[in-house]
């Protein structure tokens, strides 16, 4: 377990889980709201190098982000209701396409992410720290 204590921390987290990221990957996140899943991409993303702005995707549903090592598909599964509207959304596409996937909200759907799926958790401690776990396995 991680903990960290700013949002430049979970930041780096998030940088230090993009390193050694190949073709394929699935980062499956977890955590209520404001616990950082977002700020973890943002992280991730730059560590791959692409100068894209990340948002969260919970009003699109996925972002596309390009430029950097591998592009990065960011999913937010919050708004889906069913299995089928993630379908509807292309993700098998996606998971077996050219870059990494990443889902906040994974948990909602931990059926359609494939075995070898890795799990992280971010978990809010105080106003500003977070648990992070899953990091340990990069």
């Known amino acids: ?11 780096a ?28 991409v943002k992280g991730f993303v730059a560590e791959l190098r692409s100068n894209d702005q990340v948002t969260s995707p919970t009003f699109t549903l996925i972002h596309e982000y390009s430029g950097g090592r591998l592009p990065v598909y960011h999913f ?5 209701e069913s299995a089928d509207e ?21 948990d909602r759907f931990p059926e359609l992410l494939p075995v070898g799926t890795r799990w ?3 978990e809010v401690q105080t106003e500003s720290a977070r648990a992070i776990r899953g990091l340990e396995h990069a």
């Open 120 to 122: 992280i958790s971010l």
């Open 1 to 11: 377990m991680f903990i960290s204590d700013s949002p430049e921390g979970t930041t």
């Open 86 to 106: 993630v379908a509807r959304l292309g993700f098998d596409e996606y998971l077996f396409g050219d870059g990494v996937c990443i889902i906040e909200w994974a």
């Open 76 to 80: 937010d599964f919050y708004r889906l």
């Open 13 to 40: 987290a998030g940088a230090a889980c993009a390193r050694g990221s190949n073709k394929g990957d699935v980062i499956a996140l977890t955590g209520d709201l404001g616990a950082g899943k977002t700020q973890f």
